[in-house]
């Protein structure tokens, strides 16, 4: 019996793993062959149980739809073979042609039987226990952080089920429906992308558990026929899926250039991909970077080498290289040095350390970018006592409807106009520095605190909204983030960053441009101080909003950014300013 490749999504896939060998027992729906694309992996299920007499295919081939993964022998075959066998050579001429006319009838209800028999099964075993895929992440891939349930666990349907987590947020995963989970299919620390297989649930319903029961007790005595290989195999894998966890994962922050000195032709590169475990992108992005992938070391689960893999051990040999010319002219520009030895109680006193949160982990890369712009920041300030007087007007109805109207959301929506009036704030250099892009959209980053650190979600399209709106998002963007409910898509895509300190207190400070971004402006906290009128000839007390505005100096100018913080400053004065 041939098992063919189900539809993969995709014309072609490569194999990255073969999970049976030949002589295998194996139960319908075990999993057998490991493929990947450039987006995704996925474990290819047997469509019969029976014995594996051939694999057909080999690592590192490219299957599709159809192609013939490995042969069985199901016990049907084997019985018919026995039956053959005993069957005696020959009686009396007349016997022997009453038995070839009696067997083909057999034969033929035996099929029938086991016909209706095999299409019954499968359909009670869909009917209760389904394989669901992950939805659609947001981005490429992102990590198993933890898993909240067990096999066995009863769950119901938007229980949280699973948490994933990528550069910028945390995603809890929802059961997709309600019932009992039979199998796990990722583990923690795996690397997942949209549409991959995670787990399988049986749904709650009495007659279908009566049925599955039923129907599995044929498939539970191939099921312990299995040779104990099989399972030493699968606990093997589980350990050094383990054991990949624990090592820190190298994450590259800069794209490294071609130029190495060291770069292999395509041809080089091809050949010592033979043994190595990549999908066929990060395979595509070796030969691209001319890396001797063999070199590389895998942070994934059963050593599958990653994309940032590749840019990891690229960095580390271009540190390596200019770490001699570096270390005379003082701190390398790829990283600092390292800490002194800090054991000494005399010298350094008595340390304690702290191990920082996944978001402050994650963050640093980031951070680590702003190093290399020429970063320059204008202060300014706005006074905003006729916009607090409209605020504190308006403030006592928005929140009869559940809205927290902040001087946030004036900040925002006088932000975004201006940067729809000024364009050059509201775009990215690009990567040859010989253009600039300019966005036709406003997307106002707006950072928050949290527990776990800073983390900066996103009003898309800001300058199409009004004050209102933008407070109801801010509040719910802001819960979402406090809660950890944040989606990928809630933090991509910003245009802009506004960072307010609210009432913290301080006078002004410096925020981070955040690249690709080209500025960022900072609030600080608003006080009364004393305003001199000319009409009058006298001091007024005013409210005055510190502004302080960070920018790319690369892309905007000082004397450019001087008009745009006083721009801003004007509209938040006078927001009647924008009607016009």
């Given at each position: 019996?041939?098992?063919?490749?189900?539809?993969?999504?995709?014309?072609?896939?490569?194999?990255?793993?073969?999970?049976?060998?030949?002589g295998d027992v194996i139960a319908k729906d075990d999993n057998i062959i490991l493929l990947e694309s450039d987006k995704a992996s996925v474990e290819v299920p047997s469509s019969a149980a029976g014995k594996v007499t051939k694999i057909s295919v080999a690592i590192g081939d490219q299957v599709s739809e159809g192609m013939v993964l490995i042969e069985l022998e199901s016990e049907t075959d084997s019985q018919d073979d026995n039956?053959?066998?005993?069957?005696?050579?020959a009686d009396t001429q007349e016997k022997s042609l009453d038995a070839e006319q009696e067997e083909p009838q057999?034969?033929?209800?035996?099929?029938?039987?086991?016909a209706e028999s095999n299409t019954d099964q499968p359909v009670e075993q869909e009917a209760t226990a389904t394989t669901h895929a992950l939805p659609d992440l947001g981005v490429d891939e992102a990590q198993v952080s933890e898993i909240m349930v067990s096999v066995g666990d009863m769950v119901t349907a938007d229980q949280s089920i699973l948490l994933i987590e990528s550069d910028k947020a945390s995603v809890e995963v929802p059961a997709p429906q309600a019932g009992k989970v039979e199998k796990i299919l990722i583990q923690v620390g795996d690397m997942v992308a949209n549409g991959q297989d995670f787990i399988v649930i049986i749904a709650q319903s009495s007659d279908n558990a009566n049925a599955t029961s039923e129907a599995k007790a044929p498939v539970a005595q191939s099921q312990d026929s299995k040779p104990a290989v099989s399972e030493q195999k699968t606990d093997s894998s589980q350990e050094a899926a383990k054991q990949a966890t624990t090592e820190p994962k190298q994450v590259a922050s800069t794209t490294a250039k071609s130029s190495t000195g060291n770069k292999l032709t395509e041809a080089q590169v091809n050949e010592k991909m033979v043994d190595v475990y990549a999908g066929p992108a990060v395979r595509k992005l070796a030969r691209q970077l001319g890396v001797d992938i063999s070199q590389v070391t895998g942070s994934a689960l059963n050593a599958r080498i990653l994309k940032e893999d590749l840019f990891a051990h690229v960095k580390q040999s271009l540190t390596t290289k200019q770490a001699a010319p570096a270390t005379g002219a003082g701190v390398s520009r790829a990283s600092l040095p390292s800490l002194p030895d800090m054991s000494n109680v005399e010298i350094w006193g008595e340390i304690e350390t702290q191990d920082l949160t996944r978001l402050q982990k994650v963050s640093i890369p980031q951070l680590n970018y702003n190093t290399y712009l020429p970063q320059v920041t204008q202060f300014d300030l706005s006074d905003i006592t006729e916009t607090e007087n409209l605020r504190s007007e308006l403030k006592g109805g928005m929140k009869a409807e559940g809205i927290g109207l902040t001087i946030l959301a004036f900040i925002?929506?006088?932000t975004a106009y201006a940067l729809t009036q000024h364009p050059r704030f509201n775009s990215h250099l690009s990567d040859d520095n010989t253009q600039v892009i300019l966005r036709k959209s406003v997307n106002m980053g707006i950072a928050v605190a949290t527990d776990d650190g800073l983390i900066v979600p996103v009003i898309k399209n800001a300058h199409e909204k009004g004050i209102k709106q933008i407070a109801i998002e801010i509040g719910e963007l802001a819960l979402k983030a406090r809660d950890k409910k944040l989606?990928?898509?809630?933090?991509?895509?910003?245009?802009f960053t506004i960072s307010s300190q609210g009432i913290l207190g301080g006078t002004a400070f410096t925020p981070l441009?955040?690249?690709?971004?080209?500025?960022?402006?900072?609030?600080?906290e608003a006080t009364m101080q004393p305003k001199w009128n000319a009409a009058k000839q006298t001091f007024e007390p005013r409210l005055m909003l510190p502004l302080s505005l960070s920018y790319d100096h690369r892309v905007i100018n000082g004397a450019d950014a001087a008009v745009f913080t006083r721009y801003v400053a004007t509209l938040l004065a006078d927001p009647r300013r924008i009607l016009l």
């Amino acid at each position: 019996m041939d098992i063919k490749a189900p539809d993969l999504g995709v014309d072609s896939a490569e194999v990255s793993e073969i999970m049976v060998a030949v002589g295998d027992v194996i139960a319908k729906d075990d999993n057998i062959i490991l493929l990947e694309s450039d987006k995704a992996s996925v474990e290819v299920p047997s469509s019969a149980a029976g014995k594996v007499t051939k694999i057909s295919v080999a690592i590192g081939d490219q299957v599709s739809e159809g192609m013939v993964l490995i042969e069985l022998e199901s016990e049907t075959d084997s019985q018919d073979d026995n039956q053959s066998v005993e069957t005696p050579a020959a009686d009396t001429q007349e016997k022997s042609l009453d038995a070839e006319q009696e067997e083909p009838q057999k034969e033929e209800q035996s099929d029938k039987a086991q016909a209706e028999s095999n299409t019954d099964q499968p359909v009670e075993q869909e009917a209760t226990a389904t394989t669901h895929a992950l939805p659609d992440l947001g981005v490429d891939e992102a990590q198993v952080s933890e898993i909240m349930v067990s096999v066995g666990d009863m769950v119901t349907a938007d229980q949280s089920i699973l948490l994933i987590e990528s550069d910028k947020a945390s995603v809890e995963v929802p059961a997709p429906q309600a019932g009992k989970v039979e199998k796990i299919l990722i583990q923690v620390g795996d690397m997942v992308a949209n549409g991959q297989d995670f787990i399988v649930i049986i749904a709650q319903s009495s007659d279908n558990a009566n049925a599955t029961s039923e129907a599995k007790a044929p498939v539970a005595q191939s099921q312990d026929s299995k040779p104990a290989v099989s399972e030493q195999k699968t606990d093997s894998s589980q350990e050094a899926a383990k054991q990949a966890t624990t090592e820190p994962k190298q994450v590259a922050s800069t794209t490294a250039k071609s130029s190495t000195g060291n770069k292999l032709t395509e041809a080089q590169v091809n050949e010592k991909m033979v043994d190595v475990y990549a999908g066929p992108a990060v395979r595509k992005l070796a030969r691209q970077l001319g890396v001797d992938i063999s070199q590389v070391t895998g942070s994934a689960l059963n050593a599958r080498i990653l994309k940032e893999d590749l840019f990891a051990h690229v960095k580390q040999s271009l540190t390596t290289k200019q770490a001699a010319p570096a270390t005379g002219a003082g701190v390398s520009r790829a990283s600092l040095p390292s800490l002194p030895d800090m054991s000494n109680v005399e010298i350094w006193g008595e340390i304690e350390t702290q191990d920082l949160t996944r978001l402050q982990k994650v963050s640093i890369p980031q951070l680590n970018y702003n190093t290399y712009l020429p970063q320059v920041t204008q202060f300014d300030l706005s006074d905003i006592t006729e916009t607090e007087n409209l605020r504190s007007e308006l403030k006592g109805g928005m929140k009869a409807e559940g809205i927290g109207l902040t001087i946030l959301a004036f900040i925002v929506k006088a932000t975004a106009y201006a940067l729809t009036q000024h364009p050059r704030f509201n775009s990215h250099l690009s990567d040859d520095n010989t253009q600039v892009i300019l966005r036709k959209s406003v997307n106002m980053g707006i950072a928050v605190a949290t527990d776990d650190g800073l983390i900066v979600p996103v009003i898309k399209n800001a300058h199409e909204k009004g004050i209102k709106q933008i407070a109801i998002e801010i509040g719910e963007l802001a819960l979402k983030a406090r809660d950890k409910k944040l989606s990928t898509k809630d933090l991509q895509g910003a245009s802009f960053t506004i960072s307010s300190q609210g009432i913290l207190g301080g006078t002004a400070f410096t925020p981070l441009v955040n690249w690709p971004q080209v500025g960022i402006l900072g609030a600080s906290e608003a006080t009364m101080q004393p305003k001199w009128n000319a009409a009058k000839q006298t001091f007024e007390p005013r409210l005055m909003l510190p502004l302080s505005l960070s920018y790319d100096h690369r892309v905007i100018n000082g004397a450019d950014a001087a008009v745009f913080t006083r721009y801003v400053a004007t509209l938040l004065a006078d927001p009647r300013r924008i009607l016009l």
